[in-house]
């Protein structure tokens, strides 16, 4: 790999003799990852077969490829993730029942490792600036099931206003200059010049000071990057030290982990505590995590703000549910999914929607995703969406149809299968995977798998 030549100069003086092993490691092919799901009701065994070993660090973390278009992916089984950037998750190690935010979270890595940490129980704020990037994360954390995931679509200037000293846990996974992804996307290294790594440790900042407004004393903040920079990485977490209350947690270095390294910093020896993956001393692209604690007692649990309105900027509205949509939804789910039990119903549009405990004011936020699709109120009736199915297990329901692979392969290609059963709305099951809805008419399966994924 062609590397510039001040990247090559600056890691030699850093690394010394490690560097022509630094370097070398570029060379080699990128290495790749899943992680099961453990939210699921099984495992995805397809998938499993053909992974090449497990990852030792990441509980549910496996090295192989997964196929895009597989049953194991399509229903939420796997997560196609690389094996360095599963440790984050873990060090994280959210709790159930928590508050937790993920700051910068599309594509959705972290956010789906998190929530399944958190067995589906609390709250986890999915946060992301950019609009598109928000939307594959929400359709990534749909995929996975979960009911008590956010997806918001805010600025961390904007958020910090909403949720101050709010959460037990929050992850800054870090806009970086992605030296760590060279291998996998060498297009990154065009963007690389001597100073980028510092106009990137700025931006951090300004997200990290975000970041502390919202945590909630006694609370961890995990700092993360994909890059080896020491200006993004222990300079940063050296300028955390210096401006805020917080001391280093210790991270556990399994082998091939190394230490931070304090004199790429201030010299700080607890920035040793932060861990470095490295490509050449461990099966993974690379990786700086470091785990602070805010230093303070216990604190009044704090409930998310009520914001003024901002000017030019087009906000979601959302409703309570009215007693008719109320009347509707009730009789879809006295006849299909009678175990289920809803938290707060509001809809936006035509849509309903299941928001999580603990964010009960949200009027002005950006939020795509509040709390669990349930589906959609069309004229005089309710038709599911397909995130309640994912979200649910085929023992939630008596309406319950199995299928064979092939034809799950004609249901997500949009084709109407014939079958027989109860009329009415079934849950499709394949393989034990939940994978949709369909309503049974007659021997005439209609398919309600949404329009814009079918393949
Ligand atoms: C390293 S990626 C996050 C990866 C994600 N956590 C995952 O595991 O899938 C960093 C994210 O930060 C977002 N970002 C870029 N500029 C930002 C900013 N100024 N403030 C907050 N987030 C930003 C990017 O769009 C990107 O999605």
Redesign the pocket.
């Given at each position: 790999m062609k590397l510039p030549t001040a990247f090559i100069e600056k890691y030699r003086q850093l690394l010394g003799n490690e560097t022509d092993a630094f370097l070398a490691a570029f060379d080699q092919p990128s290495c790749s990852g899943f992680r099961t799901n453990p939210l699921k009701n099984g495992q995805p065994d397809a998938t499993l077969k053909t992974a090449s070993g497990k990852i030792e660090y990441v509980e549910n973390g496996w090295f192989g490829k997964v196929d895009g278009k597989s049953l194991d992916h399509v229903t939420g089984w796997v997560y196609s993730?690389e094996p360095s950037?599963m440790y984050?998750?873990e060090v994280v190690d959210p709790q159930p029942g928590e508050r937790v935010l993920?700051?910068?979270?599309?594509?959705?890595?972290?956010?789906?490792?998190l929530i399944a940490k958190m067995h589906d129980e609390g709250l986890l704020v999915a946060?992301?600036?950019?609009r598109k990037?928000a939307n594959i994360?929400a359709e990534?954390l749909e995929r996975w099931g979960t009911r008590h995931a956010v997806v918001m679509n805010e600025?961390?200037?904007d958020l910090e206003k909403q949720f101050p000293q709010f959460f037990d846990r929050i992850?800054v996974?870090?806009?970086?200059s992605?030296e760590g992804m060279f291998r996998k996307e060498p297009a990154g290294i065009e963007y690389w010049t001597p100073d980028y790594p510092s106009e990137c440790a700025n931006?951090q900042r300004?997200?990290l000071s975000?970041a502390m407004k919202m945590l909630k004393p006694g609370g961890t903040l995990v700092y993360?990057?994909?890059t080896f920079a020491p200006e993004e990485d222990e300079q940063n977490a050296a300028w955390l030290l210096d401006n805020y209350d917080l001391t280093m947690e210790p991270i556990k270095k399994y082998a091939g982990m190394d230490d931070g390294r304090p004199e790429w910093a201030d010299g700080n020896p607890e920035l040793s505590r932060a861990v470095r993956l490295f490509p050449h001393h461990i099966q993974g692209e690379g990786h700086f995590i470091a785990k602070f604690r805010l230093q303070g007692g216990s604190v009044m649990p704090v409930s998310a703000k009520k914001k003024s309105k901002k000017k030019g900027k087009q906000r979601a509205n959302h409703n309570s549910i009215t007693k008719e949509q109320r009347t509707l939804f009730e009789k879809f789910a006295a006849q299909t999914m009678p175990s289920y039990q809803a938290n707060h119903l509001l809809t936006y549009g035509d849509q309903l929607y299941d928001l999580p405990k603990g964010i009960d004011e949200i009027a002005q936020m950006t939020i795509l995703r509040p709390g669990l699709h349930l589906g959609t109120f069309k004229k005089n009736r309710f038709e599911p969406a397909l995130a309640w199915a994912l979200a649910s297990q085929p023992t939630d329901t008596d309406h319950v149809l199995s299928i064979t692979l092939d034809q799950w392969r004609q249901y997500v290609h949009g084709d109407t299968l014939q079958l027989s059963g109860e009329p009415g709305w079934q849950l499709l099951v394949c393989q034990g995977h939940v994978c949709g809805w369909g309503k049974l008419v007659g021997q005439t399966l209609k398919n309600f798998y949404p329009k814009g994924l079918r393949f």
């Open positions: 993730q950037a984050v998750g993920d700051l910068c979270a599309a594509p959705g890595g972290k956010s789906t490792h946060n992301e600036i950019f990037r994360l990534n600025s961390p200037a992850l996974d870090a806009p970086c992605g931006r300004k997200i975000s993360s990057t994909c």
